[in-house]
């Protein structure tokens, strides 16, 4: 039943959004224009902060706190889905960048929180729901040896970073690796799980933006020098912004994306393209050789080859 004065709108659906940053704000922003929105995130004051500001704009949104490297905090955060009768659209948005945190910090939270929130949300998901899981581009630029791709299999286990770091040589275990692996292991998770999600009559999908202007992406900026290398190589001579990935992520979540699954969906201005030319003409412009270590550990590149889908 509506409230007089106010924008609740219980005949909406549901869409949960994880993470309440510069980008999760803006995905939320955009699915309230059709949904009520769970509001999801560790800090429960940042979540509350969004929260009022969309409802002030006339949304309908609540906040809720949720460590989703805990098991039992992200099944707390189901049983409030389910409270509001389940969900329609799953936001994936949070996530550590290479100088945000260390090696397992960022792999608990970019990896296994993606995979014990989606394995808890799937049975509460509505007939037509889809979830949207947040990658990179950094993704597409790693191919795994078979024991960190065996590691990457079991995303959900808490010794998850740890056995992947283990796996790898002293000089890989560095945060930018982390980062590739964890975003790959995404786009792994959505073609492993499609099937289950496809049984409730569901869809997961990743997304993988490429240089997006984000308070995170300044902050790489900042500690990265050479990703103004790739902005440069950027086709589309810009960043991309976050209405614009927002706007992704509605589409991925709407009927017009209804046989759209199990993939991923890179949104990257053209860069993946173009580093895919330079790799088959040996390097940037023409120019002979990979780049070194350094230049890949501050843009969020690897220095291997470039992984075709």
């Known amino acids: ?43 429960k004051d940042r979540a509350d902060r969004v929260a009022h500001t969309l409802r002030d704009e006339g949304g309908d949104a609540e906040p809720v706190q949720c460590d989703i490297t805990r098991p039992e905090s992200v099944q707390e955060l189901a049983e409030e889905v389910g409270r509001r009768g389940g969900f329609a659209a799953l936001a994936h948005v949070a996530g550590l960048s290479p100088s945000a945190a260390d090696f397992e910090s ?9 995979a014990l929130v989606t394995r808890a949300l799937l049975p509460l998901a509505e007939p037509g729901a889809a979830a949207i899981l947040i990658s990179s581009l950094a993704a597409h630029t790693v191919t795994p040896s078979a024991a960190a791709e065996t590691v990457l299999r079991d ?14 040589d002293e000089e890989e275990r560095t945060s930018a690796m982390a980062y590739h692996l964890s975003k790959y292991g995404l786009l ?14 569901a869809r997961i999908v990743s ?7 984000t308070p995170m992406g300044a902050f790489e900026f900042e500690h990265s020098p050479v990703k103004r290398d790739l902005y440069a190589r950027t086709p589309l001579a810009r960043e991309g912004t ?4 927002a706007g992704v992520v509605a589409f991925l979540a709407s009927d017009q994306a209804s046989f759209i699954s199990g993939t991923d969906l890179l949104v990257d201005g053209g860069l993946a393209g173009t580093l895919r030319g330079d790799q088959a003409h040996g390097g940037p412009r023409g ?9 890949a550990s501050a843009c969020g590149l690897a220095t291997i080859a470039f992984r075709e889908p």
């Open 106 to 114: 960022i792999v608990r939270v970019n990896l296994t929180g993606a």
């Open 207 to 213: 997304l993988s933006p490429g240089l997006i202007a």
């Open 287 to 295: 120019e002979s050789g990979p780049p070194s270590g350094n230049q």
């Open 1 to 43: 039943m509506h409230e007089l004065g106010t924008s609740k709108r219980p005949d909406w659906s549901l869409a949960v959004v994880i993470g309440a940053g510069g980008l999760g704000t803006a995905v939320a922003r955009r699915l309230g224009q059709h949904h009520r929105l769970l509001i999801a995130d560790l800090d």
């Open 242 to 245: 976050m209405i614009e990935i």
């Open 155 to 168: 995303p959900h286990d808490a010794g998850t970073a740890t056995r992947l770091k283990e796996v790898l």
């Open 188 to 201: 792994s998770l959505c073609r492993r799980e499609a099937k289950a999600w496809g049984e409730r009559g």
